[in-house]
């Protein structure tokens, strides 16, 4: 099946269930599809604790858990599986000049080295923070590597660890989403971005077919961030889909923990239980007032206890909360509110996959549709990065009759 087919399929089977994945049980204490598929809700809520968490970070098993009743899972799963990368490093690793890198890092920069293989042209690494993944490059297939990155402290950092391995490594300190981002893109290259943000990789890719770029390497991330608060497709066949996208639906495609220390998984619950605890608060208290969305707070703030947060919070948004006699039935209401919201959203955690896929099919299309040969792979295993899609576009060289026609 080709890349058209698959996102026009795609599309069509997300539309289908669109009841099921845009309603956020956060939000929502009953959301629509529970009365839709009673069975499947009651099985929800009879699932344990240990139970949850191994379904949320094992997408197969919650497929085979939850397929009985929504018989497209399977299809959405195929429609998203993509080949192996491969590939091999050109010469040993000089250990030395990375020392410094955490391991899970590294680890993905090494994945995404592999799987690209020689550059096609100098490189242009894009959003670069210290360079590490030009500086790789460079040191292992000897090409010029120019690396761009907004921030002027990491491009100093990026510098001196490129001076100290003797790497023609040069830093650009420049913002990618500035119209003059464009300059640093030329034909005569090869593009890649690493975990590019939204509205950062999605530049990337326009500059590039803009100036013809003869090869463009990238994991996209972060779909959400950007500045359009409904998605704009960037092929033809995207906007033919229909599927239209808030910054929130956008944000699904990201929501996975596969790589979450556990003292981070402890306090993402303490927090969503207390921000449910504090909307439970209000819808008792003050219904006019429901929480509309609290400001994320410092994790530190967690420590102070439920009562501190709920002032903070309504303080934020300039309530002042009646008498509470009793905060902990309001915690305790949080957290029971929570352990419902996890149940529900393994089902809504099932279109993750697909949505993302949706997403990275429609610049898949868009470079196709500009005259670029592309591949989707995986450059590295979930438990390494769940971001793991690699698109990698070389611009297609037109032939000789097709080149005289184009100068006659």
């Not at 089977?13 to 669109?18: N, W």
């Not at 690494?125 to 292992?140: N, S, T």
């Not at 690493?194 to 990337?204: F, I, K, P, R």
């Not at 921000?275 to 420590?303: F, I, M, N, W």
Request: aromatic share 8%; net charge neutral; proline share 5%.
């Amino acid at each position: 099946m080709s890349y058209p087919q698959r996102l026009e399929r795609l599309s069509t089977l997300l539309l289908r269930h669109q009841n099921v994945w845009r309603a956020n049980p956060f939000r929502e204490q009953n959301p629509g599809w529970v009365h839709q598929y009673p069975e499947l809700a009651a099985r929800l809520n009879a699932l344990n604790d240990q139970t949850v968490a191994k379904l949320d970070q094992c997408p197969d098993a919650a497929l085979a858990a939850f397929e009985d009743w929504l018989p497209d899972l399977r299809e959405l799963s195929a429609l998203c599986e993509v080949p192996e990368a491969g590939g091999e490093l050109a010469r040993d690793i000089d250990s030395r000049q990375f020392s410094h890198i955490p391991g899970r890092k590294w680890t993905q920069i090494t994945a995404f080295t592999r799987a690209v293989g020689k550059p096609a042209g100098p490189v242009l690494e894009w959003c670069a923070g210290k360079g590490h993944l030009g500086r790789l490059i460079h040191q292992q297939f000897d090409v010029n590597v120019v690396s761009l990155e907004w921030n002027a402290d990491l491009c100093d950092s990026g510098n001196q660890l490129a001076q100290r391995a003797g790497l023609k490594q040069r830093f650009v300190c420049g913002d990618a989403l500035a119209s003059e981002s464009a300059g640093y893109v030329q034909a005569e290259q090869h593009a890649v971005a690493l975990h590019a943000c939204g509205d950062l990789h999605g530049t990337l890719l326009q500059h590039a077919v803009a100036k013809g770029t003869r090869a463009v390497s990238i994991s996209p991330c972060c779909y959400h961030l950007t500045a359009k608060a409904v998605y704009q497709p960037f092929s033809s066949q995207g906007q033919q889909a229909g599927l239209s996208l808030s910054r929130d639906e956008l944000r699904i495609a990201v929501q996975e923990t596969a790589t979450a220390p556990a003292r981070v998984q402890r306090l993402r619950t303490t927090e969503m239980s207390f921000r449910l605890g504090y909307q439970a608060l209000l819808e008792a208290t003050l219904p006019q007032h429901r929480d509309d969305g609290v400001p994320s707070c410092a994790k530190q703030r967690l420590g102070e206890g439920f009562e501190a947060f709920c002032r903070w919070a309504a303080e934020q948004k300039g309530l002042d909360l009646p008498a509470v006699k009793d905060w902990g039935h309001w915690e305790r209401q949080g957290l029971q509110r929570w352990q419902t919201v996890q149940r529900l959203n393994l089902v809504r955690g099932l279109f993750r996959r697909p949505l993302e896929t949706f997403l990275v099919l429609d610049r898949v299309c868009y470079l196709q549709e500009n005259g670029y040969r592309v591949a989707l792979n995986r450059f590295a295993e979930r438990h390494v990065t769940p971001r793991n899609l690699l698109i990698q576009a070389e611009r297609a060289e037109p032939t000789p009759l097709a080149a005289c026609a184009n100068r006659d």
